[in-house]
């Protein structure tokens, strides 16, 4: 044997061991990476949707407009996801997702920027707080002198103490979360399709579990410093916060969303560094033979630009959009691919309507603060969905299932997630006793509506502003509008501690006590609905760990019922009607519904009506409960269509021609046929 022979050999096995390490190290580099923007995506998605109650409140906005807020991100997907999940494919993905993290941060900063430059907020019409004095004015009771009062009030605001929250600077909040959603944009359809190009055959849907169990680090951090900073009141470092009255778990409490968002914008930066070192392919075997079997008809992204070098640069754009359009039809003419479509369509609606007014549902409901909020849905149920997502991937790898069993699979998830959440509907708590909402003014008989309860002997005289909204609780357990209505005629204290005695109506009762006293705040809620609420946490962690195990399955069914070549358009197409019909409008009509069952709205100077006091629990509960199931039977529904079509396709009289049919379009798929019509999912 010729040793020159053999050290041709070895010289050409080591260039190619230390191109494998290579490749290999910048898979672990990409894949870290992306690791990192999951959850700096995440988090700032969990922070925007902890902070949607805190953003109402602050600028005085209805529920439905807080879900136009929301719903701006979608929005901002909308105008460039199905542009950059085709174009980007062509270009440098790594540097394509870095741009986009880094707008994406920018986009969190510019949404905390309306702080700066808005007036302190007041939280009654009675809470002037002076800056420079660090005053606050005292609350009215059952007095002829109310008047006098009113109008020292008004002058006050005149002086330009505070202003009205009534304004429009809640668009730049819509505007920040709009730049936010084109940032995010690329993240998801750029970075999969990248994985699933140079991932080891078979191990596509294992590393994709793994990214999204990672990325729920993002929630877990995201509401662990919504909670942090929702503690904190809105103006910290402006104001002194001992002359502050209402604590976290009044409806009125406007905690420091500002500094979540500023936090999640440095993050987002940050995140999109490590791409823009990244090369735009990995050198790697698998890739050589995902070419190699790919469409003979349709050329790759390579051959296409080898092609088309020679041509002018207004024949290569106009190539490129007619080649666009002609694959966007290809997924729009695939009928497994639209019903996939508009099943999950369907079913990512009930999930963002629930993402987005859980929080205000754990409030009104339980009547828990935002900080406690956050830290419940934070560290138990957002572990339980990462581990869910996890043990989905791993199922998937373990059992090696075909597409018809990811579609059986996923069905009997939605079948198990639509019983469980049933339950909750015997987990609602009954509204609060509220004097002039639930009851008449003496507390003594319920009320057919709360609008317009008619004022009672015993606070008919104390001249009383019937908007006004600070509520006090009795000791007869009845929650009263404002000292003034429940005909308190003296108190003590100051601040939090305030207490109002001689009240009248808290005596037309009968309750016998010798002051008939009110404390300042709403009543807290009984036993029985603290013991629901802990019973509602423990649905919702079965409930979180049953629907997270379809993630990865589902977006499997996406891009495997398609041309390979298109399956970064078919994901990208799908996360942009996703967004665009079940992003902007499922949190808008949530939004509506929810404001439906509000029984006292606060009312600006101005006479405009801002966000909404207090729920009717049970009306709220039954409405927002009743939407989402109602979307996840229609979703079960579906999936008995989809399956039979699938069985159609792939098991039909024409099996043999279709698979003759498929062979010719994709021979990546036909070698994954098996006896049952199905294909194996494979990387």
Same mark, same amino acid.
């Given at each position: ?27 672990k580099v990409f894949l870290a990476a992306l690791s990192f923007t999951f959850i700096s995506r ?48 062509? $270009? ?57 009062? $009113? ?9 330009? !103490? ?8 809640? %668009? ?17 359809? $750029? ?61 009125? !409490?406007?905690?420091?969303? !500002? ?183 003496d507390g003594n008989n319920p009320v057919s509506s709360h609008i317009n309860v008619p004022l ?12 006004? !909204? ?80 379809g993630t990865v399955s589902t977006i499997m069914l996406v891009f495997k019922n398609v041309q ?28 509506? $519904? ?46 008995? %269509? ?27 798929? %036909? ?8 294909? %194996?999912?494979?990387?």
């Amino acid at each position: 044997m010729d040793p020159n022979q053999d050290l041709n050999k070895t010289t050409e096995a080591q260039p190619s061991r230390k191109e494998k390490s290579k490749c290999c190290d910048g898979f672990k580099v990409f894949l870290a990476a992306l690791s990192f923007t999951f959850i700096s995506r995440a988090l700032s998605g969990a922070i925007m949707k902890s902070s949607i109650t805190q953003i109402e409140r602050r600028f005085d906005i209805t529920s439905s407009v807080a879900g136009l807020i929301d719903g701006s991100f979608e929005i901002g997907n909308l105008f460039v996801i199905v542009f950059v999940s085709y174009f980007g494919s062509k $270009l440098h993905r790594p540097k394509i997702i870095g741009i986009g993290c880094f707008i994406m941060g920018i986009g969190s900063i510019l949404t905390a920027l309306p702080h700066f430059f808005m007036g302190y907020y007041r939280y009654s019409k009675e809470a002037f707080i002076n800056p420079l004095e660090n005053s606050t004015s005292s609350l009215p009771t059952c007095s002829i002198s109310q008047n006098v009062l $009113l109008k020292t009030s008004s002058e006050k605001e005149g002086k330009g !103490w505070e202003k009205e929250s009534d304004s429009y600077t809640w %668009v730049y909040v819509l505007m920040g979360n709009l730049l936010r959603g084109i940032g995010e944009s690329p993240i998801q359809p $750029l970075g999969i399709s990248y994985l699933d190009d140079f991932a080891k055959e078979g191990e596509t849907s294992f590393y994709m579990g793994t990214l999204f169990a990672i990325g729920m680090i993002g929630p877990i951090l995201g509401f662990t410093v919504g909670s942090l900073f929702s503690k904190m009141y809105v103006d910290i470092g402006y104001v002194d916060l001992s002359n502050i009255r209402i604590t976290p778990k009044d409806s009125r !409490w406007v905690g420091a969303w !500002w500094l979540s968002f500023l936090f999640a914008g440095i993050l987002s930066i940050m995140s999109s560094i490590p791409f823009f070192f990244l090369p735009k392919n990995l050198d790697k075997p698998q890739k050589e033979r995902k070419v190699s079997v790919s469409l003979h008809v349709f050329k790759t992204n390579e051959e296409r630009s080898q092609m088309t070098f020679p041509i002018d640069h207004e024949q290569k754009v106009t190539e490129n959009i007619t080649g666009f359009f002609q694959s966007l039809k290809s997924i729009l003419t695939n009928p497994l691919y639209v019903l996939f479509l508009f099943l999950t369509l369907i079913q990512s609606s009930a999930y963002i309507g629930i993402i987005t007014f859980v929080f205000k549902y754990i409030e009104q409901q339980y009547g828990q603060s935002a900080s406690e909020t956050n830290i419940v849905l934070g560290f138990i149920t957002i572990p339980t969905i990462a581990t869910g997502m996890f043990a989905g991937g791993y199922i998937i790898k373990r059992f090696k299932f075909t597409l018809l069993g990811l579609a059986k699979y996923l069905l009997s998830i939605n079948i198990l997630t639509l019983l469980l959440y049933l339950l909750n509907f015997a987990l609602i708590c009954e509204s609060k006793s509220v004097a002039g909402l639930t009851l008449t003014y003496d507390g003594n008989n319920p009320v057919s509506s709360h609008i317009n309860v008619p004022l009672s002997y015993c606070n008919s005289d104390c001249n009383c502003d019937e908007t006004e !909204w600070e509520p006090v609780c009795g000791d007869n357990g009845i929650t009263y509008i404002s000292p003034c209505l429940a005909g308190c005629k003296s108190s003590s204290g100051n601040k939090k501690s305030m207490v109002f005695h001689n009240c009248s109506c808290v005596e037309a009762t009968g309750f016998q006590n010798k002051n008939n006293s009110v404390i300042l705040g709403a009543c807290p809620r009984d036993y029985q609905c603290v013991k629901k609420f802990y019973m509602y946490i423990a649905v919702q962690i079965l409930n979180s760990f049953t629907s997270s195990l379809g993630t990865v399955s589902t977006i499997m069914l996406v891009f495997k019922n398609v041309q390979p070549e298109l399956k970064s358009l078919a994901v990208g197409f799908h996360t942009l009607t996703i967004r665009a019909l079940g992003g902007i409008l499922a949190p808008i009509y949530f939004g509506a $519904l929810i404001d439906r069952s509000c029984m006292k709205w606060s009312i600006s100077s101005s006479g405009k009506q801002g966000s909404c006091r207090i729920y009717n629990s049970s009306l709220y509960g039954k409405t927002f409960l009743g939407l989402i199931e109602s979307l996840k039977f229609t979703t079960v529904i579906l999936f008995i %269509v989809f399956i039979y079509a699938m069985k159609k396709v792939y098991q039909g009289k024409d099996t043999k021609a279709s698979e003759n049919r498929r062979k010719s379009v994709n021979e990546a798929n %036909v070698e994954f046929l098996n006896n049952d019509g199905g294909a %194996v999912p494979s990387a």
